[in-house]
């Protein structure tokens, strides 16, 4: 008789008897549940596993379907294999990079094709093609356990070089790799388990490469939105050519970079780059005589305040003297405030500003004439008189940061040539391996984590139990305005997870694993278990990332 073992399936509030060694899909089978979506995933004791997984113990099991963040993941990696294979079918001898995400999918650059020529729309279309009929054949994806050693060698074997330095550093004595009918890769998270479960994905003709597209998070069954992102893939370009000046494509190169002591060249390299950035924007704002507001935005630890600091510097160097305005002294006051579809006051929504009164104000500072700031009382929730008196003089310039700062509904009253546009961003452009991209939203989440725990007293899991409702305000305030930017200044920094790390590991390692954050907690210290760390003691204190490491010789 087999031995049996339980599981608590949280979905159904029921306990089950299993067999001992059953796979999740198994499991799932007993369930009697219907996921139109799923199950793509399952949380087995908060941590995220694919439907491969075998169970061995008495686990809970939560089942996730696309409506999951965790579960889009593993549709989108599944996407990537799928895209890989049908890519090396055309062409054997051909590079794919999963690239950057923009557009709302992700950039594919594919290289090698054998006719020395960049990437067609005839192309586009093959690989679409050759894709449809890998997911109608519904192929199995095997799921290998490995020695690491065996594991890099069958890379180097089929020219994989990315991966090879990545499996190289990671120290981990086995490794998980994947086939398709008989074409391996390897992903750093879950897969599905076969090819037939992708139901829907888009791919077009991108610049030079492809824009591969995935379902919305919110209704699976449709694309995610297109959205024009000129100005923002120019920016992970300008990334790409910092990358090629330090040799740093993959994790796999800052690794090899720190193992051989081209760590403080790397730091100042970068650095210097980014500061040599901050005073091209500086440059241009100077040779516009009659822009009088400067307006800097961005999403949640973007380094928006050190961004605005190391402007100010240089727009002194340039002879311009830059005059702090917070956006946050213009709300209204508690009982006139948007409230969410929970009936609470919803303090991101641009409505919770006073627009007319900033309007008025500005463009009587412009006129020449004098006016009395605001401020805001947070404890009371309300407007007050500052006392502040300010009129512009010579070549004063207002500089304005806040979330709302690119909508143009925000300076409405206010001529265009007299304002300039800032958008700001940690727009990570390393990757983990050619298949392997790291999400920039993960830099972001990282830099908050250490931030809300050193300066605000909030742990890893408040912070993440928080971070998609932060999420969801960037998407409808702030994601959508991007393109307005004049400049886009992108904060992070290509070495920059070697250092957060530190930092990072100890606090996501205090969530616990009886928390439905621990999943993500568990996810984050897995990527940046790939990373050799950076003493923070190399960064100086002028570094955009003293924001949240602290030690900054700026005042915040």
Same mark, same amino acid.
């Given at each position: 008789?087999?031995?049996? +073992?339980?599981?608590?399936?949280?979905?159904?509030?029921?306990?089950?008897?299993?067999?001992?060694?059953?796979?999740?899909?198994?499991?799932?089978?007993?369930?009697?549940?219907?996921?139109?979506?799923?199950?793509?995933?399952?949380?087995?004791?908060?941590?995220?596993?694919?439907?491969?997984?075998?169970?061995?113990?008495?686990?809970?099991?939560?089942?996730?379907?696309?409506?999951?963040?965790?579960?889009?993941?593993?549709?989108?990696?599944?996407?990537?294999?799928?895209?890989?294979?049908?890519?090396?079918?055309?062409?054997?001898?051909?590079?794919?990079?999963?690239?950057?995400?923009?557009?709302?999918?992700?950039?594919?650059?594919?290289?090698?094709?054998?006719?020395?020529?960049?990437?067609?729309?005839?192309?586009?279309?093959?690989?679409?093609?050759?894709?449809?009929?890998?997911?109608?054949?519904?192929?199995?994806?095997?799921?290998?356990?490995?020695?690491?050693?065996?594991?890099?060698?069958?890379?180097?074997?089929?020219?994989?070089?990315?991966?090879?330095?990545?499996?190289?550093?990671?120290?981990?004595?086995?490794?998980?790799?994947?086939?398709?009918?008989?074409?391996?890769?390897?992903?750093?998270?879950?897969?599905?388990?076969?090819?037939?479960?992708?139901?829907?994905?888009?791919?077009?003709?991108?610049?030079?490469?492809?824009?591969?597209?995935?379902?919305?998070?919110?209704?699976?069954?449709?694309?995610?939105?297109?959205?024009?992102?000129?100005?923002?893939?120019?920016?992970?370009?300008?990334?790409?050519?910092?990358?090629?000046?330090?040799?740093?494509?993959?994790?796999?190169?800052?690794?090899?970079?720190?193992?051989?002591?081209?760590?403080?060249?790397?730091?100042?390299?970068?650095?210097?780059?980014?500061?040599?950035?901050?005073?091209?924007?500086?440059?241009?704002?100077?040779?516009?005589?009659?822009?009088?507001?400067?307006?800097?935005?961005?999403?949640?630890?973007?380094?928006?305040?050190?961004?605005?600091?190391?402007?100010?510097?240089?727009?002194?160097?340039?002879?311009?003297?830059?005059?702090?305005?917070?956006?946050?002294?213009?709300?209204?006051?508690?009982?006139?405030?948007?409230?969410?579809?929970?009936?609470?006051?919803?303090?991101?929504?641009?409505?919770?500003?006073?627009?007319?009164?900033?309007?008025?104000?500005?463009?009587?500072?412009?006129?020449?004439?004098?006016?009395?700031?605001?401020?805001?009382?947070?404890?009371?929730?309300?407007?007050?008189?500052?006392?502040?008196?300010?009129?512009?003089?010579?070549?004063?310039?207002?500089?304005?940061?806040?979330?709302?700062?690119?909508?143009?509904?925000?300076?409405?009253?206010?001529?265009?040539?007299?304002?300039?546009? +800032?958008?700001?961003?940690?727009?990570?452009?390393?990757?983990?391996?050619?298949?392997?991209?790291?999400?920039?939203?993960?830099?972001?989440?990282?830099?908050?984590?250490?931030?809300?725990?050193?300066?605000?007293?909030?742990?890893?899991?408040?912070?993440?139990?928080?971070?998609?409702?932060?999420?969801?305000?960037?998407?409808?305030?702030?994601?959508?305005?991007? *393109?307005?930017?004049?400049?886009?200044?992108?904060?992070?920094?290509?070495? *920059?997870?070697?250092?957060?790390?530190?930092?990072?590991?100890?606090?996501?390692?205090?969530?616990?694993?009886?928390?439905?954050?621990?999943?993500?907690?568990?996810?984050?210290?897995?990527?940046?278990?790939?990373?050799?760390?950076?003493?923070?003691?190399?960064?100086?204190?002028?570094?955009?990332?003293?924001?949240?490491?602290?030690?900054?010789?700026?005042?915040?």
């Amino acid at each position: 008789m087999e031995q049996q +073992i339980k599981i608590r399936c949280k979905n159904t509030k029921k306990t089950l008897n299993i067999s001992i060694g059953s796979t999740l899909s198994e499991i799932f089978s007993l369930t009697g549940l219907k996921m139109e979506y799923g199950p793509i995933t399952a949380r087995v004791n908060n941590k995220v596993e694919g439907m491969h997984f075998r169970v061995y113990k008495p686990k809970d099991i939560e089942f996730l379907d696309l409506h999951d963040a965790s579960a889009m993941r593993a549709y989108t990696r599944t996407l990537f294999f799928i895209l890989n294979k049908a890519a090396h079918e055309l062409w054997p001898e051909c590079t794919v990079v999963i690239d950057i995400p923009v557009s709302n999918g992700y950039f594919v650059d594919i290289r090698g094709k054998g006719d020395g020529n960049a990437i067609t729309p005839d192309d586009m279309h093959a690989v679409e093609k050759r894709m449809h009929q890998i997911i109608e054949a519904d192929l199995p994806i095997h799921r290998h356990e490995t020695t690491t050693e065996e594991a890099v060698n069958m890379f180097r074997e089929s020219r994989s070089f990315s991966k090879v330095k990545l499996l190289e550093d990671y120290g981990a004595l086995y490794t998980t790799y994947y086939d398709i009918d008989g074409y391996v890769d390897y992903y750093y998270g879950s897969l599905l388990t076969s090819t037939g479960q992708i139901h829907l994905f888009g791919l077009e003709y991108y610049f030079d490469g492809l824009l591969l597209r995935i379902p919305s998070l919110q209704d699976p069954s449709k694309l995610g939105a297109f959205m024009r992102q000129d100005k923002m893939f120019e920016i992970f370009k300008e990334h790409h050519r910092w990358q090629s000046i330090l040799g740093l494509r993959t994790v796999g190169d800052l690794n090899q970079a720190i193992r051989e002591g081209r760590t403080n060249t790397m730091i100042q390299l970068s650095e210097a780059l980014q500061e040599k950035k901050i005073a091209q924007i500086a440059d241009e704002i100077a040779r516009r005589p009659g822009v009088k507001m400067v307006l800097i935005a961005g999403p949640s630890s973007s380094g928006k305040t050190t961004t605005c600091k190391r402007l100010s510097v240089q727009l002194g160097v340039n002879g311009i003297h830059p005059i702090g305005i917070s956006l946050d002294d213009y709300f209204l006051d508690r009982d006139k405030t948007p409230k969410d579809e929970n009936g609470d006051y919803d303090f991101e929504h641009l409505h919770a500003l006073n627009i007319p009164l900033l309007n008025d104000q500005m463009n009587a500072l412009f006129r020449g004439e004098e006016v009395e700031l605001p401020r805001y009382n947070f404890q009371k929730g309300c407007s007050e008189q500052s006392g502040r008196k300010l009129r512009l003089k010579g070549k004063e310039v207002l500089v304005v940061e806040g979330i709302h700062a690119l909508n143009p509904e925000l300076t409405a009253q206010i001529p265009d040539e007299q304002i300039y546009r +800032i958008y700001a961003s940690a727009l990570t452009t390393i990757l983990l391996d050619n298949h392997n991209y790291i999400p920039t939203t993960d830099n972001r989440l990282l830099r908050r984590i250490i931030r809300d725990y050193k300066y605000r007293g909030v742990s890893a899991q408040e912070t993440i139990r928080r971070w998609p409702s932060v999420r969801k305000g960037e998407a409808r305030w702030i994601f959508p305005y991007q *393109e307005n930017a004049d400049a886009m200044f992108n904060s992070a920094m290509l070495f *920059e997870l070697a250092v957060i790390k530190q930092q990072a590991e100890p606090l996501l390692e205090q969530v616990p694993e009886r928390c439905v954050e621990y999943a993500e907690a568990y996810r984050l210290r897995k990527f940046l278990s790939y990373i050799k760390p950076i003493s923070e003691e190399q960064i100086p204190p002028t570094s955009l990332l003293r924001e949240f490491l602290g030690g900054s010789s700026f005042h915040y």
